[in-house]
Each structure stands twice: as structure tokens, then as C-alpha cells.
């Protein structure tokens, strides 16, 4: 039973991407270990629950669940990442 258990706990981190919500609601990790939030045009954050496909509209531009064009950010900073940092190989995928 506890064998079962411990498999249970190494694989359940497998269903999510790695870098998903990696520092905290919202904080993902790039394919560099770096930490970023998704924000809109606007500049409000996108939360951690809201699904982003990277690179939706185009190389740096991800499209969240409402359709709206998203990009990532340095959440400490508020530069925007450069445009491979985020994109279909990393583990921002979902």
C-alpha cells in the first residue's frame, strides 16, 4: 500500500507541466527556470487558473481561455520576457 502511495505522489506532479504554477498561483516557470506571470495588453495579470496556450497569436503572444492576447512577464521587473522563452517545447504549454 505505501509503495502504491509513493507512485501515486511521484506521478501525480506528471499531469501537470512543470513549470505550471511552479512559484505560487499564477508564478510559472519559463523553459529557463525563470519565474513569470501571463498579463494582458492592459497589464492586469492573468490568475493561475486561467488555462494560456502560449504563443496563440504569434511568438510571444499567448491567447488565455476568454480569447484574449496574453504575454509573459518578469513579475518583479514587469518587462516582458523575450519571445522563446515561453513556446510550444517549454513547459508553459497549457
Known amino acids: 500500500m505505501k509503495v ?3 507512485l501515486v505522489f511521484l506521478a501525480a506532479p506528471a499531469l ?3 513549470g ?3 512559484y505560487g498561483p499564477g508564478l510559472h516557470a519559463d523553459r529557463y ?3 513569470f506571470e501571463y498579463r494582458t495588453d492592459d ?9 494560456v496556450q502560449p504563443n496563440g497569436y504569434g511568438l510571444g503572444v499567448g491567447v488565455d481561455q476568454y480569447g484574449r492576447p496574453v504575454r509573459a512577464v518578469d513579475p ?7 519571445a522563446g522563452s515561453v513556446d510550444e ?3 508553459a504549454d497549457e
Open 33 to 35: 527556470g525563470r519565474p
Open 43 to 51: 497589464g492586469q495579470a492573468v490568475p493561475g487558473f486561467v488555462q
Open 4 to 6: 502504491f502511495i509513493c
Open 76 to 82: 518583479a521587473t514587469g518587462q516582458a520576457l523575450p
Open 20 to 22: 505550471e504554477n511552479a
Open 16 to 18: 501537470a507541466w512543470d
Open 89 to 91: 517545447g517549454s513547459p
